[in-house]
Nanobody
Framework: QVQLVESGGGLAQAGGSLRLSCVAS????????MGWHRQAPGKQREWVAT????????YYADSVKGRFTISRDNAKNTLYLQMTSLKPEDTGVYYC????????????WGQGTQVTVSS
């Protein structure tokens, strides 16, 4: 089992910045990858960014590419999402994900942190 606790959400103005953090209850090096997803009101949860454990490769949704940066601190078992040039459409609940495989795919999720961007 892995517990994930997100923090850092809040209210920001369009064009502003926020940094989200996600602390894991076990070493993040035991994951295959970690990532961030978000869910806007009335919409399905969508993927935002991923960082692989082996090699530290990063991947971003087109909607956040160039504005968001995913990173991690292995010693602190913490995942980050630096968000800049925020837009109102970035509003939503942001969830941290810890993925392990194989066998199959096992996903762990945090409780989420609310991000609200005002225009």
């Amino acid at each position: 089992q892995v517990q994930l606790v997100e923090s850092g959400g809040g209210l920001a103005q369009a064009g502003g910045s926020l940094r989200l953090s996600c602390v894991a209850s076990r070493s993040i090096l035991s994951s295959n990858s970690m990532g961030w997803h978000r869910q806007a009101p009335g919409k399905q949860r969508e993927w935002v960014a991923t960082i692989t454990t082996s090699g530290g490769s990063t991947y971003y949704a087109d909607s956040v590419k160039g504005r968001f940066t995913i990173s991690r601190d292995n010693a602190k078992n913490t995942l980050y999402l630096q968000m800049t040039s925020l837009k109102p459409e970035d509003t939503g609940v942001y969830y941290c994900n810890f993925r392990r495989l194989p066998p199959g795919v096992t996903d762990y999720w945090g409780q989420g942190t609310q991000v609200t961007v005002s225009s």
